[in-house]
C-alpha cells in the first residue's frame, strides 16, 4: 500500500481506496484515476481479551466466524457480511442494536497509509475522523476493534401497528430491533431479539393428546397476524415474507443479518430518534399529497450518537429510515430527501443524495476538524476524485 500511494504521487495520480466494491463500484468509490482495492488484505492478526487487530481487506462474515472460534463477536452484525472491515469503518456501518453504535463506533486504533506515503497508526481524538473517513484520509491497513462475549438470540417478528410500536418504544425495548413500516398504513412488521435465557421457567403442564410447542404457538400467532393484515394489504407485496421461522435462536451473526441483496436506489436517512414518529407521519402526508405511492415497506432502526465526525448519527441517538424506491420513483426519492432533511435528517453515506459541503458544514458540527484532519493527513489531496469532492469540497 505504501509503495503504491508513493508511486501514484510520482505519478501525479489520485487513489481511492476501495473493499468489496471493488468489482461493483458505489458511488464513493468510483473515479476516473487509480482504484487501490483493499479487499486482498486479509486475516485476523490478533485477539485478545477485548480486543481484535484485523487486517482492513477482511470480510466481516470471515471476521466473525473467526471471532466466535475464540468465542468472542462484534457488539454491531450489520446486513452486510460481504463488506470489508476498511469499507464498514470508512462508510459507518450500522446494525440494529439501539444502544449500540455503528462498526466505526467499534475502533479503537487504526493503521493507515497517509497521502504522503507515511504510515500512521491513529488513536485518540484523531481515530473520530477516521471512524467514518469516506476513504479521505489514507488507505487502511488494519484495525483493532473491541469485542464482546457473544449471547445466543431468540428472535422475534410481529404483525403490529406503528401507534403501539412508538408507544410501547418497542425499537429501544429489546437487544436488537428493527420494524419495517407500510407508509402512509401505519401497518408494521415488528422484529427483535433477546438474549436466550439460560434458565428458563419450567412449562406449564399440558392438556393430555395436545402437542403445544412454544414454536408452534408462534408460527400459529404469526399466521393470525399476516392473515389479518393480507386481507387489507396497502400493496401486493405485503406483508414482506416471515424472515425466520417461529421459534428461531442462534448467534448474532447467525441470525440478524437480512439475507436481501442492497438495493442501489436505497434512500436512506439518519434522524434523531426522538423526530421517528412525527417524521413517518410526514412523509407518509407528503407522499399521499403528491399522489406518490411508497411501494416498499420503510425499514427503521436505531442506534446510539456516535463520536465519529462525519458519522451521520454523529452527537445524537440516531432513527435509521431506508426507503427502497425504485430508478424510476426520482420524484419519491426527492420528497423522502426533503421531508427527512427537515427532520434534522443527514443522508447515509451509502445512499445516493445531493449534499456538498454547505450542507456538511451546518449538519455536522465536526466537519471543520475533518478538513483540519484531512488537511494533515492528505495535504497534496492524493485520496480525492470528482464525487468525493463535491462532498467534501476541495
Ligand atoms: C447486502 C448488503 C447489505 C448492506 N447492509 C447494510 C447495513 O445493514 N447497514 C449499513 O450501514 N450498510 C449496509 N450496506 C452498505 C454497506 O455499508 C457498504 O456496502 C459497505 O460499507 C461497503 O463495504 P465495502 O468493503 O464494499 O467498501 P467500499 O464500498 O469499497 O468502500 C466504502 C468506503 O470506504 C472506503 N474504504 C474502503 N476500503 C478502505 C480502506 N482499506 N481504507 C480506507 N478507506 C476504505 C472507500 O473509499 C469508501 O469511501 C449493505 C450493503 C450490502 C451490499
Known amino acids: 500500500m505504501v509503495t503504491a500511494v508513493r508511486r501514484a504521487g510520482e505519478r501525479g495520480a489520485t487513489v481511492r481506496p476501495t473493499g468489496a466494491s471493488a468489482r461493483v463500484p458505489g458511488a464513493l468509490v468510483r473515479t476516473t484515476d487509480l482504484l487501490l482495492d483493499c479487499s486482498a488484505l486479509t486475516g485476523v492478526v490478533a485477539v485478545s481479551q477485548d480486543r481484535v487487530l484485523v487486517r482492513a481487506g477482511e470480510r466481516l462474515a470471515s471476521l466473525f466466524a473467526e471471532l466466535a472460534e475464540s468465542g468472542r463477536s462484534l457488539a454491531v452484525v450489520p446486513d452486510a457480511p460481504g463488506a470489508t472491515v476498511g469499507g ?3 462508510m459507518g456501518v450500522y446494525g440494529g442494536a439501539p444502544r449500540e453504535g455503528s462498526l466505526s463506533a467499534q475502533v479503537v486504533a487504526a493503521r493507515l497509509v497517509d497521502g504522503r506515503g507515511e504510515v500512521r ?8 475522523a477516521v471512524r467514518c473517513g469516506l476513504g479521505a484520509l489514507g488507505v487502511l491497513t488494519a484495525v483493532e476493534l473491541r469485542t464482546v462475549e457473544p449471547e ?9 401497528r406503528l401507534e403501539e410500536v412508538l408507544d410501547e418504544d418497542l425499537l429501544r425495548a429489546h437487544a436488537w430491533t428493527e ?3 407500510a407508509v402512509p398504513s401505519g401497518q408494521v412488521i415488528a422484529r427483535w431479539a433477546d438474549p436466550v435465557d439460560p434458565d428458563p421457567a419450567p412449562a406449564p403442564p399440558r392438556a393430555e393428546g395436545t402437542v403445544t410447542t412454544r414454536a408452534a404457538v408462534r408460527a400459529e ?3 393470525r397476524a399476516v392473515s389479518r393484515l393480507a386481507s387489507n394489504p396497502p400493496w401486493a407485496s405485503w406483508p414482506p415474507p416471515a424472515r425466520w421461522s417461529a421459534g428461531t435462536e442462534g448467534w448474532p451473526y447467525e441470525v440478524l443479518p437480512d439475507p436481501q441483496p442492497w438495493d442501489p436506489d436505497t434512500a436512506e436517512w439518519a434522524i434523531p430518534a ?3 414518529g ?3 407521519r410526514e412523509l407518509g402526508a407528503a407522499a399521499t399529497a403528491r399522489g406518490l405511492e411508497l411501494q416498499r415497506p420503510v425499514r427503521v432502526r436505531l442506534g446510539a450518537a456516535e463520536t465519529g465526525l462525519l458519522h451521520p448519527a454523529y452527537g445524537r441517538d440516531t432513527a435509521w429510515l431506508r ?3 425504485r430508478a424510476s420513483q426520482e420524484p419519491l426519492r426527492r420528497l423522502a430527501g426533503a421531508v427527512l432533511e427537515d427532520a434534522s435528517g443527514r443522508p447515509a453515506w451509502t445512499s445516493r443524495h445531493e449534499w456538498g459541503p454547505d450542507e456538511l458544514a451546518v449538519a455536522y458540527p465536526g466537519a471543520a476538524e475533518f478538513q483540519r484532519v484531512r488537511d494533515d493527513y492528505d495535504p497534496d489531496r492524493r485520496f480525492t476524485d470528482p464525487n468525493l469532492e463535491r462532498i467534501l469540497g476541495p
Open 278 to 280: 412525527a417524521a413517518l
Open 221 to 223: 400467532a404469526w399466521g
Open 88 to 90: 464498514a469503518v470508512g
Open 152 to 160: 445466543r438470540l431468540q428472535v422475534h417478528e410481529q404483525a403490529r
Open 323 to 325: 426507503i427502497r424506491t
Open 121 to 128: 497508526t491513529v488513536s485518540g481524538a484523531e481515530l473520530d
Open 274 to 276: 426522538e423526530a421517528l
Open 179 to 181: 420494524c419495517d413500516v
